[in-house]
């Protein structure tokens, strides 16, 4: 009796360690919780080039194309969009994209909307989900990237801009205005024109919030020929952007191109403008 008493017990403590060791292993092959990643991509930076009144994407190739060729960038997608702000992109860009480059066409290009610069980063953002862009903007495109600027500096489901570049940026009206044809600088240190025209007085906001991280290369053009200016834009309309920064941004730099070669137009088919753009965004 007294053996069966012992057997049993052994069996009753063999079963238990058995059932014991079954948990075990059972919770040791439970499967770890998923953890979710951020969408956001915070190590690639695009780089969306706006066009100017009246042109189209054909003006943004040359410079998109150079960086191609310098080796800074291997991915560049064009992206079209609507008068309705519908935008479609002709191609994707993959996960190991180096400096990926958009080249933004607008079919309305004559209207100037801001509304057309947000509804292109909103569908790159919505896609790839960037932390971070650079814009570059020539002519017209300037004006675009400012007053977006100006109207979404505080929205924080878009990206944060990183760096913008200017080219010939007509900030305080073209040579076919008043204060476009007329104005100068009246204050070297601040960028401060003596005259202000409506498209100048309506950026005036950007004094008190443009966003401080922002690095901005401003590049105007000046044919020496005695106007001045790139033909289209007068340096001092172009200079006029740094009194709208204020100091505020994280950094300014202007640079003028001279001769034959800054004409308004040429300024995106200009050499010296690709290497600017290639040393200022990518090295």
Request: glycine content about 6%; overall charge positive.
């Amino acid at each position: 009796m007294k053996k069966r008493k012992i057997y049993l017990a052994s069996f009753f403590i063999a079963a238990f360690l058995f059932i014991l060791a079954g948990c075990s292993q059972k919770t040791q092959n439970i499967p770890a919780k998923k953890v979710t990643a951020s969408l956001t991509n915070t190590k690639t930076i695009p780089t969306f080039f706006f066009h100017g009144w009246g042109s189209s994407v054909n003006a943004e190739k040359h410079m998109a194309n150079a960086a191609k060729k310098a080796g800074v960038t291997n991915t560049i997608i064009q992206a079209d969009v609507s008068k309705n702000g519908t935008v479609k992109l002709n191609n994707t860009i993959p996960k190991n994209a180096k400096n990926p480059i958009v080249e933004v066409n607008f079919e309305d290009n004559q209207s100037g909307k801001t509304s057309y610069v947000k509804s292109v980063i909103t569908a790159i953002s919505n896609k790839y989900h960037y932390a971070k862009i650079n814009l570059v903007g020539h002519s017209m495109g300037n004006l675009q990237i400012a007053n977006y600027i100006n109207e979404n500096y505080d929205n924080k489901k878009m990206p944060k801009i990183n760096k913008v570049v200017s080219i010939a940026g007509h900030y305080d009206g073209y040579l076919g205005e008043e204060a476009g044809q007329k104005a100068k600088i009246k204050n070297k240190e601040t960028g401060e024109p003596d005259i202000y025209s409506d498209g100048f007085k309506q950026l005036l906001p950007l004094r008190k919030h443009y966003p401080k991280q922002i690095e901005v290369l401003n590049i105007y053009g000046n044919k020496e020929d005695g106007s001045n200016s790139d033909g289209s834009v007068s340096v001092a309309s172009a200079q006029s952007y740094k009194y709208l920064i204020n100091g505020r941004a994280k950094s300014y730099h202007e640079v003028e191109i001279k001769g034959k070669n800054a004409q308004h137009s040429k300024l995106h088919e200009n050499k010296e403008v690709d290497q600017l753009l290639i040393d200022f965004l990518w090295k």
